[in-house]
């Protein structure tokens, strides 16, 4: 099956990974996000809140788990 050229760079995303994505840039847009830890320096460039964004909701879906297995999905265990 050919993917069409408009799919090619879209990535399956979880809805725990656009909250935090959320979450991170109404932190930017509040003048609250930090880069490193609280005591780093507020961030001020719209780049590097995206990079910041998209790191911590990368982080998130490897703590969910970055891969549903098929049996799993439909709820049935491997004996």
């Known amino acids: ?3 069409s050229r408009a799919n090619m ?4 995303t979880k809805p725990g990974q656009k909250k935090k994505v959320a979450s991170v840039m109404r932190e930017f847009k509040e ?11 507020v961030v001020t460039n719209p780049k590097q809140a995206v990079a910041i964004a998209l790191s911590e909701a990368r982080a998130v879906k490897k703590a969910v788990g970055g891969r549903i297995d098929g049996c799993a999905m439909r709820g049935l265990t491997r004996g």
């Open 1 to 3: 099956m050919a993917m």
């Open 9 to 12: 760079g879209q990535q399956i």
């Open 31 to 41: 003048g609250k996000l930090h880069s490193g830890s609280k005591k780093g320096p």
